[in-house]
């Protein structure tokens, strides 16, 4: 049985991230509000690449609150 090569692997497992990311992203206005905490925070953790500041976490609130149905319209 032959492996698959790593570029491969890591493809599919980024494939798998982003249509995870979207599921959540999706039914963000479904979810409790604890869990968009967790979620949220995770994200910023997972997210930060170096970065010292707090701008992906700013970034990241704006994209959610112009995305979530219930403060989109607002």
């Known amino acids: 049985m032959s ?5 491969v692997v ?5 494939r798998y ?7 959540a992203a ?3 206005s479904e979810l409790p509000h604890a869990l968009q ?5 995770r ?8 970065e ?5 976490r700013e970034q990241l609130a704006k994209f959610l ?3 979530h149905a219930r403060t989109a319209t607002r």
């Open 65 to 67: 609150h112009d995305h």
């Open 43 to 50: 994200a910023v953790v997972l997210g930060h690449q170096g």
């Open 3 to 7: 492996q698959k090569p790593e570029h």
């Open 10 to 14: 890591n493809d599919i497992a980024a």
């Open 52 to 56: 010292s500041d707090e701008s992906l």
């Open 37 to 41: 905490h967790t979620l949220f925070e």
């Open 26 to 28: 999706d039914l963000w």
């Open 17 to 23: 991230f982003l249509v995870l990311g979207a599921a």
